[in-house]
Every structure is written in C-alpha cells, then in structure tokens.
C-alpha cells in the first residue's frame, strides 16, 4: 500500500511539472496566449493531485471547501468595493465567472493555502506562527503574480499595477484563511506542498522574467 501511495505520488508530481515546464517553455517561445488559456486545466490537475495524494482523507473535503469559499468570498467583495485588495477585475483565461469573479480562483486559494500552510509547519509551532508564517509565503507568490496576471488576461488592476493595499489585503485574507486551516491538518506527504509551491513560483517567477 505504501509502495502504490508512493508511485502515485511520484506519478502526479511528475504530470504537474510536465504541464507547468510546458507552459513556461510555450511562453518563452512566444505561445503564451495558447498555454495561458489552459490555466484552468492547471490548477484542476493540481487540485487533483492533492486529492489523489493525500495520506489520510478525513476531513479532507471540509479542508479545502474553507479556503475555496473565503478567497471567493474575499474576492467578490475586492471585485465590487475595492477592498481590501483594491479596483480590480477578471479577465478571461481563469474560466467560468459568477458576478465577475472565477469560480476557479477559490480552487486556487485552496491549493495555495494547503501547499503553503504544510512548508510552515514544518517550521512554525503554535497556531498564529503557522498562520503567518503560510500567509508570508502567500503574499511572496503574489508578489510575482501581479506583474503578469494582466499580460495573461487574469486580471487587471485600475491604473494597470497592483497597489500596495492588495499585498496588505492578501496578507490580511491570508492570515484569516490560515488561522482557520490549521486545526483540520491535513496530512500529506511532505514533497507535495513544496512541489505545488515551487511551481507556482518557477512559473509567475519565469514568466516575470520572460515577459518583463
């Protein structure tokens, strides 16, 4: 059983790198609009390999459903106030949206809130460093979101640059978010959440790169 949990890891992990080096070496060749269009497919590939990996499942619906539901929560109201990330809106390669806001960028808080909060407790002890720690490291992907989220139609800020209000905002969420995650610990194995989160990085990181 333990021997099967691990080549599956190895089979998931091994999918998401295909599909995200792909994408990075597309944009370097200037296919950027055709792989960007499938970021849906992304992030449902990694939702499902959190499902597919997870060492043990209890809880595990409930887990997810929270940061799903709070980041789209926290986003309808940043798209229709302003706050607390500032003026913003969707724009069309992150799939289906309900008032203006894709379904699917709850999905991605979910992934990022599971990748990040295992890597800070790895390192962090009590409930509030666990949520700091893992909004930190939330706020760090941002940082290298915003400059390309609008050369690739996610989404766009009025005055077309992120203002400091939205790392404030993303923090903020973050740490609510976090605070909330801890208690239901969801196992997996360790190698997981730092894949999931060093490919979101190598990929805002390189796309920065070669796009700016």
């Keep these: 059983m333990i021997k099967f949990h691990a080549v599956r890891l190895q089979i998931a992990i091994t999918i998401l790198w295909l599909f995200h080096v792909s994408a990075l070496v597309g944009i370097l060749l200037g296919y950027d609009q055709w792989f960007v269009t499938k970021t849906p497919l992304n992030l449902l590939l990694c939702a499902a390999a959190i499902v597919v990996c997870i060492v043990e499942h209890k809880r595990l619906l409930m887990a997810l459903s929270m940061p799903l539901v709070l980041g789209l929560v926290a986003e309808w109201i940043g798209v229709h106030t302003g706050y607390p990330f500032g003026d913003y809106a969707y724009g069309e390669n992150l799939g289906p949206k309900v008032a203006g806001v894709p379904l699917l960028i709850g999905v991605n808080w979910a992934i990022l809130t599971f990748a990040t909060a295992g890597i800070a407790a790895e390192w962090a002890h009590t ?50 978010v976090q605070y909330l995650y801890v208690p239901f610990e969801v196992h997996c194995a360790r190698s997981l959440r730092w894949h999931l989160y060093a490919l979101f990085l190598l990929f805002f990181a390189g796309s920065t790169w070669i796009k700016l």
């Design 127 to 176: 409930r509030w460093s666990k949520a700091l720690l893992a909004a930190l490291l939330m706020t760090v992907l941002d940082i290298w979101m915003e400059p390309v989220a609008p050369l690739f139609d996610f989404w766009t800020f009025e005055g077309g640059q992120a203002p400091l209000l939205n790392y404030g905002g993303w923090m903020l969420v973050s740490v609510i």
